[in-house]
């Protein structure tokens, strides 16, 4: 007879690491070869996004990187979490950054004469903080060559991202199941976003610039879709208050329109973007053939990207061609000041380098990932096109996610 136990206690997951210790031994010793070039002592990291990089972990603390010699994380909280995360040897428990100076000196580690930091995420008032700590540093900003580095992905990186791309292609193919008339944007990004849950989305969304924040993404219907915000992107949506201003609103789905689902999945600290158009009938001829225009542009595109091609350059091939088409005044947004790109980098960030925009100079580089997205945005009808995670390889561009690029007709 099988005896019940009660008020068992539920098992606690372990702490686990994510990146190999290898894989952060060669992100270190990459760092190190930017500070030689530029004739830096040493970097202090700090952003979350860069301690995941270079360390493995998020938790509260600094990690410092000298030109040469071993990293040490200096972890305020959690320091036993830290400790099973990271992939450092050096890996100590610091209750203050103030302390940091004597604890390098108590390692052996010289004072920078020059200290790298992250000046475009960092606030001022932790930067003139450690302008008092590291006082006789000369401080540069190291964020260009970070974000340079991160830029190109490892072998590891780019399978993370394959299996993130994976199950952004399973959430696409939930949506027939879940879509039906009549039920709000809001509620049916709801149903969407648990299923993604169920599947491992972590919910965060990194993003470097300033200011801004994504929740999953956006999904709506209809003229929802076209209507223009503040978030750097090609569609905003009314949202559910101005505190937000962007996203799903309690609009209600309604047949023959198109409904937009530009969705992040985040798995293991990593990022896929995937855009994709459902519609509940068939939507209206003009809007068929505007998606067909973006799909060629797509194509275009994959095939040009070859390493070596200048990032600007393509996003002035997409502008002519969109021009070309007669969606010059709705590619990329129908409302001035319009967004002056039309793909992203992206990995552990959802902006990261290199960017297809205007003006830009980048040339790409086999391993580098673009969510290549060119859409048309037509007020009071909707929003069309694409948006696919692609990686950049000797024959241009190979898509990460696969569900369908025409309009899904539900």
Avoid at 69 to 98: H, N, W, Y
Avoid at 171 to 180: D, G, H, N, R, T
Avoid at 208 to 218: A, K, V
Avoid at 251 to 266: C, G, H, Q, T
Wanted: proline share 6%.
């Amino acid at each position: 007879m099988n005896q019940r136990v009660e008020n068992q206690p539920e098992a606690v997951p372990e702490y686990k690491r994510l990146t190999p210790a290898a894989e952060i031994e060669t992100r270190i010793r990459g760092l190190q070869k930017i500070l030689i070039a530029h004739d830096i002592g040493g970097a202090l990291i700090v952003q979350k996004a860069d301690l995941f990089y270079y360390a493995g972990t998020t938790q509260q603390g600094w990690l410092y990187v000298p030109v040469q010699g071993d990293p040490v994380l200096m972890v305020f909280k959690d320091f036993k979490r830290a400790k099973a995360e990271c992939g450092l040897q050096q890996t100590l428990f610091l209750i203050s950054p103030k302390k940091i100076p004597d604890t390098l000196a108590g390692l052996g580690i010289s004072f920078p004469d020059k200290l790298g930091l992250e000046l475009d995420v960092m606030p001022a008032n932790q930067y003139l903080m450690f302008s008092q700590i590291f006082f006789s540093a000369k401080i540069i900003d190291i964020s260009t060559q970070i974000r340079r580095q991160r830029a190109v992905k490892s072998e590891f990186e780019i399978d993370c991202v394959k299996k993130a791309s994976g199950l952004a292609d399973r959430v696409a193919a939930k949506v027939p199941e879940l879509l039906k008339e009549g039920i709000t944007e809001i509620e049916f990004a709801g149903v969407l976003e648990a299923y993604a849950r169920k599947l491992g989305h972590q919910g965060l969304i990194r993003m470097r610039m300033w200011d801004n924040y994504l929740f999953y993404g956006h999904i709506m219907c209809g003229a929802g879709a076209a209507v223009p915000g503040a978030f750097a992107s090609p569609t905003g949506g009314a949202g559910l208050n101005p505190n937000v201003g962007q996203g799903p609103s309690f609009s209600r789905m309604k047949p023959n329109e198109p409904i937009l689902v530009d969705y992040v999945f985040a798995l293991d600290g990593y990022l896929s973007d995937h855009t994709r158009i459902f519609s509940l009938g068939e939507v209206a001829q003009d809007l068929q053939q505007a998606h067909a225009a973006m799909l060629e542009i797509q194509e275009t595109i994959k095939k040009q990207a070859l390493p070596g091609a200048v990032t600007g350059d393509l996003y002035e091939t997409m502008v002519r061609m969109a021009t070309k088409q007669g969606y010059k005044d709705n590619f990329m947004g129908a409302a001035e000041p319009k967004i002056r790109f039309t793909g992203h980098g992206l990995g552990i960030e959802l902006d990261e380098f290199p960017f297809i925009a205007k003006g830009q100079t980048l040339a790409l580089e086999p391993g580098m990932l673009i969510a290549l997205e060119p859409k048309v945005v037509f007020p009071g009808k909707g929003v069309v096109g694409i948006e696919n995670t692609l990686l950049v390889t000797d024959k241009g561009l190979e898509s990460l996610t696969r569900y369908p690029d025409a309009i899904t007709v539900i």
